[in-house]
Nanobody, 123 residues
């Protein structure tokens, strides 16, 4: 059974950094497309970015490109999201999911989801 587990969330001050990790069991992530999503308080879940099996990235919007980067860690069987220069509006629950990486980074393209990790950006 495939399972995704996010970790690395927490409380950080504006301008700080966090590195989230999406670890998998039951599957080798290097062969699969993985997306990162977030859900801010009171808002719908939105796509951040995704990486396909050939390690090509796509970002859903301009506000995060340049601050967020994705990478694979094959030793840990994970896909990480490095987040720099965090802003209060980045607060939310961050999810990873397995599916098909397209430019829209849309929820309906993903079938297997993790439980999420909370990120809070506040002074």
């Amino acid at each position: 059974q495939v399972q995704l587990v996010e970790s690395g969330g927490g409380l950080v001050q504006p301008g700080g950094s966090l590195r989230l990790s999406c670890a998998a069991s039951g599957v080798r992530l290097r062969y699969h497309d993985i997306g990162w999503f977030r859900q801010a308080p009171g808002k719908e879940r939105e796509g951040i970015s995704c990486i396909d099996s050939e390690n090509f990235w796509r970002f859903a919007g301009d506000s995060m490109e340049g601050r967020f980067t994705m990478s694979r860690d094959e030793a840990k069987n994970s896909v990480d999201l490095q987040m720099n220069d965090l802003k209060p509006e980045d607060t939310g629950v961050y999810y990873c999911a397995m599916g098909v990486c397209r430019g829209s980074v849309a929820l309906h393209d993903y079938e297997i989801w993790g439980q999420g990790t909370q990120v809070t950006v506040s002074s």
